[in-house]
């Protein structure tokens, strides 16, 4: 727990242990000065000498409620997580960071010896039930913080304030901090050990007992505040996702991602998995929690669909027999050592498509568009069909050959979610000028029959 005035009104801030609590205290300290009810360094001294059990800002509702009379705050709130996850990151930092688990001790035998006192682990083990009180605003970490800063400009009556809370206190960043390798997440553990253990956190905070998966939850929150009640709609989190197709633009999509989110955009290939890996990709969006912006050239169909979570797509087309020659210009040019590289280097464009075109299942020199976006429409119907229908899917579908005027579009869409975001007119990974390799007639029409398919696509898309 700790207590904060903002415009002339005392917030409490309920403090769950592993749910970002230190980041939002940090947020708020920065925002809006000094915090009350706080002691980050209750467990410096003996617990003889200790005034409470557990350290104040873990404070339990039952305790509060004696502390302080009902009205006494203007406005409450709090961050939770999903018990598996929140269990697993207790277990990490009291092991890791904390030392008070034995290094020899794996998470489900400690988790077998659960409960213990909670003061043990300084009430990181409690049920978060137990310590947000009743009429606090929750905001869920799946959904992301942006929720908070929003919530806390109508509390403040202004927005003048850094628009992100950073992340503080992670265990990784701690075990870099103090030089030591990264701990693994243990396994999810089987949902009944954790129902045991924390039942009505499932219940009041809206998650699934049989995943690790989130119900519709408080689309509308109140603000909550003496004599008045008012009613603020708070966003689902927002995430960015990159569908990077090889030399369409994808490297410069990138980098302006990272510029605007640098420490928030990340990148990841997955198996092919018969054209649909959408389950791994959909698992990397909920689990990184930290980031806004991702990045794949491999990830494929059907769109993630993760609760609470508006997922904006991103792809770039280009004239598909140009994309296949800067492939090949490209490939040719690299300094690696690949079997592509090589190929490239060991034949003319024309010998290089051909070998392409030889080697089952490689899709590269061959309707690679229609591929990839007919993957978000799985069906019987012809690739084609399902590939155009896709477009209309994509929340924006960018060209090449008008690569500004397509980032353009793409920013005035997700500027009402980040007001800041900023493009700028650079082509990272671009072929020199001077490399363009010319294309016979022969090579034109090979090329036209092998992509007869990405040709119609490309036209359609540029006649809509």
Not at 378 to 386: D, I, S, T, W, Y
Not at 405 to 424: H, Y
């Amino acid at each position: 727990m700790l207590i904060i005035r903002i415009n002339q009104k005392l917030v409490y801030f309920a403090h769950v242990p592993r749910c970002a609590g230190t980041a939002v205290e940090a947020y708020l300290r920065q925002r809006f000065g000094p915090l009350a009810f706080l002691d980050p360094r209750h467990r410096e001294g003996s617990p003889e000498d200790r005034w409470t059990r557990t350290s104040p800002q873990h404070v339990d509702r039952d305790t509060l409620g004696r502390l302080f009379p009902p009205g006494f705050f203007d406005h409450s709130f709090a961050v939770v997580r999903h018990p598996s996850d929140r269990l697993r990151s207790v277990y990490r930092f009291q092991k890791y960071i904390e030392n008070r688990i034995p290094q020899g001790q794996g998470f489900l035998e400690w988790l077998a010896t659960l409960p213990v006192p909670f003061d043990t682990f300084d009430n990181h083990t409690r049920p978060m039930s137990d310590l947000v009180p009743e009429d606090a605003i929750i905001f869920r970490l799946e959904d992301g913080l942006d929720a908070v800063v929003c919530w806390l400009d109508e509390v403040a009556g202004n927005n003048d304030a850094p628009r992100r809370i950073e992340q503080r206190n992670g265990v990784d960043q701690r075990l870099q901090h103090l030089k030591q390798p990264v701990a693994e997440m243990p396994d999810l553990p089987e949902m009944a050990a954790i129902l045991q253990l924390f039942e009505a956190d499932f219940d009041r905070f809206g998650y699934e007992r049989n995943a690790k998966t989130c119900r519709g939850f408080q689309s509308h929150l109140a603000l909550k505040t003496k004599g008045e009640e008012k009613e603020y709609c708070l966003s689902a989190r927002n995430v960015i996702l990159h569908y990077h197709v090889f030399k369409n633009a994808g490297t410069s999509v990138d980098e302006i991602l990272q510029r605007n989110f640098p420490d928030q955009w990340t990148t990841r290939e997955f198996p092919g998995q018969g054209g649909d890996n959408s389950a791994l990709v959909t698992d990397w969006i909920r689990e990184d929690i930290g980031s806004i912006a991702f990045s794949s050239h491999t990830a494929t169909g059907p769109f993630p669909a993760i609760p609470d979570t508006r997922v904006i797509s991103l792809i770039f087309l280009r004239d598909p027999l140009e994309r296949i020659r800067s492939v090949y210009q490209f490939e040719r040019n690299e300094p690696e050592d690949t079997f592509w590289t090589k190929l490239a280097k060991e034949h003319d464009l024309e010998g290089y498509v051909r070998a392409r075109l030889a080697i089952p299942g490689d899709r590269q020199c061959r309707n690679i568009h229609t591929r990839r976006l007919s993957s978000f429409v799985p069906g019987p119907e012809p690739e084609l069909e399902r590939a155009i229908k896709a477009l209309s899917l994509i929340s924006i579908v960018g060209r090449v050959e008008n690569f500004t005027a397509s980032m353009a579009r793409f920013a005035e869409l997700v500027r009402p979610i980040w007001p800041g975001f900023k493009i700028e007119n650079l082509h990272a990974n671009k072929s020199p000028p001077d490399t363009k390799v010319e294309m016979s007639d022969v090579l034109h029409r090979l090329l036209e029959e092998a992509n007869g398919d990405d040709i119609a696509l490309y036209k359609h898309y540029s006649d809509i």
